[in-house]
């Protein structure tokens, strides 16, 4: 390693760690002062969503099929928004959902922050494309205001858009087409869990755009098109499938 790519290096690491620690500095009476964070659609609705689910969990040792408290009844489970398996949701099994909302949004946002660099690095070498294309991609007024609004599952689904793009990008340019396939697969599967299928079905026609444009660069040879199709392919079966279990009781 020379020392202007160690110098890079460092640059970059030191750049990230800036908006990370300014995210962190956003939410620090969420860390310190054990404050919540509000949004009105969290209160208003999923914090109840939230606190059915860990009670059944905590007292009956049950995952729920059917929330019986809302009118006559009505599924949960199949419920797109109960996000009962979506894997970084972890901690609303674990602790209150009214904490739970504050240390996971912050987590997404700081794992956001990651991936969109990751993502501009495997297009850009400058450092400072990755700072602004993070500080936007986290920041923006899109993501604040629905922040605001407390729709939790819309920025749940934000944040895996840098890194299925990034698993594609890195499948064309690669021999492992197949590993890296069934990675962006899974992080689709992860996104469609999130509780936003609308926002998944945008990310997979953002994902089939960017494989389209791979198919007019130049320089491609005829056997990097199956590769094109191949890996969307992998994209939804491998993301379908990991997602079944929440999508079948949903389209029943």
């Not at 009105?40 to 009956?60: C, N, P, R």
């Not at 969109?116 to 007024?141: E, I």
Request: proline share 5%; hydrophobic share 55%; with cysteine.
């Amino acid at each position: 390693m020379t020392w202007l790519t160690l110098f890079t290096v460092k640059k970059n690491l030191l750049l990230l760690g800036i908006l990370l620690a300014f995210i962190l500095f956003l939410f620090r009476d969420i860390l310190l002062n054990r404050h919540f964070l509000f949004g009105s659609d969290f209160v208003a609705f999923y914090l109840g969503m939230k606190q059915f689910l860990f009670t059944e969990i905590h007292t009956h040792h049950s995952l729920p099929f059917w929330n019986p408290y809302i009118y006559s009844g009505m599924p949960y489970w199949a419920h797109f928004e109960s996000t009962i398996f979506y894997p970084l949701g972890f901690l609303f099994w674990l602790i209150s959902p009214e904490r739970a909302f504050g240390f996971t949004v912050l987590f997404h946002l700081l794992l956001g922050c990651v991936l969109m660099h990751l993502l501009s690095k495997s297009f850009f070498s400058s450092p400072w494309a990755g700072f602004v294309a993070s500080a936007v991609f986290v920041l923006n007024n899109f993501l604040m205001a629905t922040l605001y609004d407390g729709q939790m599952h819309r920025i749940f689904c934000y944040v895996w858009i840098p890194l299925i793009l990034y698993l594609l990008n890195k499948a064309l340019n690669s021999p492992s087409l197949w590993f890296y396939g069934s990675l962006a697969g899974a992080a689709w599967g992860a996104q469609i869990l999130a509780g936003a299928p609308q926002d998944a079905f945008y990310t997979f026609l953002a994902a089939s755009l960017l494989l389209a444009w791979n198919l007019k660069r130049p320089l491609k040879t005829a056997r990097h098109n199956p590769r094109v199709f191949l890996l969307l392919v992998l994209l939804f079966c491998f993301g379908s499938g990991l997602a079944a279990i929440q999508l079948l009781p949903a389209f029943e």
